[in-house]
């Protein structure tokens, strides 16, 4: 039988990922599961695109493209370079080898197949040791309004390059959908220590999956330390509209506000050695580390400074927020 | 307005397209409209492929790969070599340029358009000035009952690379199928001259469409000569199964044995130079050519070949026979 999974880490695309590898990294074959957002998911060309997903699979498969950190390594543009030249739409990169999966996926959907159950087996193909879980079975959209109008996410996001100004969001079919058995099995688990909220951007990726009804008394009711890695360095996003969106909602970009965010949610918060003062001030357990990620060192230190504050959290349950006064104010 | 087409050429794939292309290039443009077999469709991966369809059109575009006379030209196979990696199914080779039809195809099939439809317009995309019009929008499959048990098609002729002994064929909604409308047009237009039936297989790519009810009927209600281009040459086919299955069947892979099998249909025979003594014997109007098509001399040969034939035969409706006189026996 397969371990149950110790952690559980909630991710976006690009930067979660990143983390997630370093968490599968410091833990046994096994020992991790991811929550995925699919609110960036869409129907293009007749084909059920998943960015989030399938940059977490790539980058936990270790055939990510290492530049870009999304789409896959050695790809080529066969298709793309087709499709512009009769005339389709080129403003979101479909690499010939990424379509394997989009079209595999469309069809087992198409035949009835669910969205948890596919994406396991793609992991299972990549001997991706971790398990990935969709948010839900169901279709769930990141719907923007914006000073251009409503836009989809990949529309905002890639077309339109986080352009237009950000003034609410929504996430049509949330209130539908349901979180996958799959999580409620692991969040029941004897074997979970730790939820892991990956650095991704709060509004567009972590978001949508605490608007599927259910998901934030799950999460809370597995009764272990909830932790969150800041997305923010000094006030700044590392990629990606955090900090723009964030401005445009009219929150101040830093550790307050994501703090403020998260409230109800998380135990503590892993912050940049930038942030660390500011960290002190929020009467939350934290934990100070460097947390741009460029190399697997990188990964797996964040990695650990999350899992290690969530330790001391777990140590302390009678006064859970005296566990971290190392890393808080005097 | 469009010229209306003064030829319809029936075609199945590799060697029907060699002569469609003779055709286009002796006809002004607009002057061509092919009937393409779809008995050899079928949904690979969820997605719906016209091998025949492609075929033609790729070899009236100018981008149809020069050896093979079948896929793309400058292709590449990114997705092939990724989808072979994940353990996917390999059989039938999908070029990643070529994946732009497929995917754009079935998108708009489920959107309800009708093959006809999108086939059109994909030829405009490709700038082909001749009109391709599949036999039926709906499904025909073309079914053979082997010695290794029934097969579709693409399973006996790509699979098992046409080995198994054939005993028997059938076309699979065939009897629900129509002929598009777009068909009736050309027929009923007073600017159709000739009616060439391809090089093709008889068995696998012309009589699928011939078993659409009201095909014959409406081929022979254009009151135009019908000329066949016969598929063997001394009593070979240059490419395919068409002697191996004429044996298989019982019948004698000769000359005799097509005109047998287009009786009631054709009007006149293109013959090799090879098969000109056995012509003779047939007592049906024929001209004799070298039929083999190595380059786009042979093609434009060929297909003035099959247009003087039927321009001599229709010289002389009254007495239709005599007119090719020339070419029968004294």
Redesign the interface.
């Known amino acids: 039988m397969k371990p149950a999974p110790s952690v559980l880490a909630l991710s976006g695309g690009v930067g979660g990922a990143k983390l997630a590898l370093g968490l599968q990294r410091v833990l046994p074959p096994g020992g991790l599961a991811v929550l995925v957002n699919t609110g960036d998911d869409f129907t293009h060309?007749?084909?059920r695109i998943c960015p989030d997903l399938d940059t977490v699979l790539y980058t936990l498969a270790g055939v990510v493209h290492p530049k870009q950190g999304w789409g896959?390594d050695a790809?080529?543009?066969?298709?793309m370079?087709?499709?512009r030249r009769?005339?389709?739409p080129d403003w979101f990169l479909l690499?010939?080898?990424d379509?394997?999966l989009h079209?595999?996926r469309?069809?087992r959907l198409?035949a009835g197949e669910r969205l948890t159950q596919l994406t396991a087996d793609f992991a299972r193909?990549?001997g991706v040791p971790t398990l990935l879980l969709p948010m839900a079975d169901s279709e769930v959209a990141t719907l923007l309004d914006t000073d251009a109008g409503a836009l989809e996410f990949q529309h905002y996001f890639v077309r339109l390059r986080c352009e237009p100004r950000v003034r609410g969001l929504a996430f049509a079919g949330a209130a539908q959908a349901r979180p996958p058995e799959e999580l409620a099995t692991v969040l029941r688990s004897a074997a979970l220590r730790a939820i892991i909220v990956a650095p991704s951007n709060p509004f567009l990726s972590i978001d949508p999956m605490l608007a599927v009804p259910g998901m934030r008394a799950a999460l809370r009711a597995a009764r272990v330390p909830v932790v969150a890695v800041s997305p923010l360095i000094g006030g700044r996003a590392v990629k990606g509209p955090t900090a723009k969106i964030m401005g445009e909602l009219g929150l101040a970009a830093d550790t307050a506000s994501i703090a403020r965010h998260y409230a109800g949610l998380i135990d503590g918060l892993v912050v940049d050695e930038a942030d660390a003062d500011e960290a002190r001030a929020l009467g939350l357990p934290f934990t100070v580390t460097r947390t741009l990620m460029r190399d697997d060192a990188d990964r797996e230190r964040v990695a650990r400074a999350a899992l290690h504050l969530a330790a001391r959290l777990a140590d302390a349950t009678s006064v859970p927020t005296a566990a971290a006064s190392t890393g808080r104010s005097p």
């Open positions: 060309l007749g084909l896959r790809e080529t543009f066969g298709f370079d087709e499709l009769q005339g389709g690499g010939d080898r379509l394997v079209i595999e469309t069809r198409a193909r990549f």
